[in-house]
């Protein structure tokens, strides 16, 4: 186990370090927060239709509305970030998969959601989650790995989906429902790109696997599947 964990460190290290950051990040905002009322912090999340509020698309995931609030985010932005590099093909999806997730479930939230300040990373922990649940689903050749994370991933957290639509006038359901969407849709543009695009997350050198294509290296092709 000791040597499992210190190889997927050195092998996922920029990404772990990107993450313990912005964990510090948000805690300490939260702690900010605590002194405060809040309305500042507030601030931060995305207000629907506004010109201000597309650049909140990439400030919401540091604001956080309570102690409880970020806490659960951090549990579950952990677990499934893990699960994430686990499963994927090096820290350019892991970064990729979070960067569409953000991007495009903050502009989902900034083009339909009531109008309020939409805080938190939820959205974010949702497009993991459903990323990661529908990788499978698209994957060519089949990778049981992938399918025991995906099983997994459901088991765990398939019940916070039944939140999305909770009712509570508090809670963003359309940063949810966004941040899921966005997941579904990069597990399947991530899968449909083929090996040959994919091939540029991968921790390989992307020059030889071209070489290799162009000379018509056989089974080389097949490897990044």
Wanted: include cysteine; aromatic fraction near 16%.
């Amino acid at each position: 186990v000791p040597v499992a964990a210190k190889e997927f460190y050195q092998k996922h290290y920029i990404a772990i370090a990107i993450l313990i950051v912005y964990l510090i990040i948000i805690w300490i905002i939260a702690g900010i927060d605590q002194w405060g009322d809040g309305k500042e912090i507030a601030a931060l999340g995305i207000r629907p239709r506004t010109a201000l509020g597309l650049l909140q698309i990439f400030t919401t995931i540091f604001c956080h509305t309570g102690i409880e609030h970020v806490f659960f985010n951090t549990l579950g932005i952990l677990s499934l970030s893990f699960g994430l590099l686990y499963v994927g093909r090096g820290k350019r999806e892991f970064l990729a998969t979070t960067a569409f997730v953000i991007i495009v479930g903050g502009f989902f939230v900034w083009c339909i959601a009531r109008d309020a300040y939409h805080c938190g990373a939820s959205g974010m922990l949702f497009g993991h989650l459903l990323y990661l649940v529908c990788v499978p689903l698209w994957e060519r050749p089949f990778n049981w790995k992938s399918l025991a994370i995906a099983v997994v991933t459901g088991v765990l957290y398939g019940g916070i989906v039944l939140t999305i639509f909770n009712g509570d006038p508090k809670v963003s359901w359309e940063s949810h429902v966004g941040g899921a969407l966005a997941g579904i849709l990069w597990a399947f543009l991530f899968f449909a790109m083929g090996s040959k695009c994919r091939a540029r997350f991968e921790n390989v050198n992307f020059r030889r696997f071209k070489d290799e294509q162009e000379g018509g290296g056989g089974s080389g092709g097949n490897q990044f599947e």
